[in-house]
């Protein structure tokens, strides 16, 4: 029986893309009872394919390791995909709130790398972008950080979306002038 378990894994694993594990932080908290205080873990996980998936999660447990676990699979169920244009940068720019935490993200030509600050950059890299700015407003609090990173990330359209709600094509969304326009 034992075996077929093993199969199982092992084809599961199989099927599972590759995933980046980025862990942010650690906060370790007591609560004091009579006998002293009790100490508990929190940890706060990305996690990622590096293709345009990405997902954060908290987990919180009286180990480090399990509280880890925990976040992580927190992490896996709430995935969100993000169109990268040419699978290196963001389609255009945008900004993200939460809480007293503002950010902003600018797309970025080729070769300028990730241009962001602790949290922010582990989303990134997890995302699979290459080039970005970005800069944080606000708070340095990681959790919101992150929460508004996502927010922003959640307003990001490809343009052949757009395109497709507005029942246009995509020269006509990004502004440029086709050639029978340039005829007239």
Do not use: C, W
């Not at 599961?12 to 942010?24: H, I, S, T």
């Amino acid at each position: 029986m034992a075996r077929n378990n093993d199969k199982r894994d092992q084809h599961n694993k199989g099927d599972e893309p590759e995933l980046l594990e980025k862990l942010v932080g650690i906060n370790r908290v007591a609560k004091v009872v009579k006998g002293g205080r009790r100490f508990g873990f929190a940890a706060l996980m990305i996690v990622g394919d590096g293709k345009g998936r990405v997902g954060f999660g908290t987990g919180k447990a009286k180990e480090v390791p399990e509280a880890i676990r925990k976040a992580t699979d927190n992490a896996k169920r709430n995935m969100v995909r993000v169109p990268l244009r040419d699978g290196r940068t963001l389609h255009h720019d945008t900004k993200g709130f939460y809480g007293a935490g503002h950010v902003i993200l600018r797309t970025a030509p080729a070769g300028t790398g990730i241009i962001a600050g602790g949290p922010m950059r582990a989303v990134f890299e997890a995302l699979g972008v290459q080039d970005v700015v970005s800069k944080s407003i606000g708070t340095s609090n990681p959790h919101n950080m992150i929460k508004a990173t996502f927010s922003a990330l959640t307003l990001m359209q490809a343009p052949r979306a757009v395109a497709a709600k507005r029942g246009k094509r995509v020269n006509e969304v990004l502004g440029k002038r086709s050639d029978a326009a340039d005829a007239s």
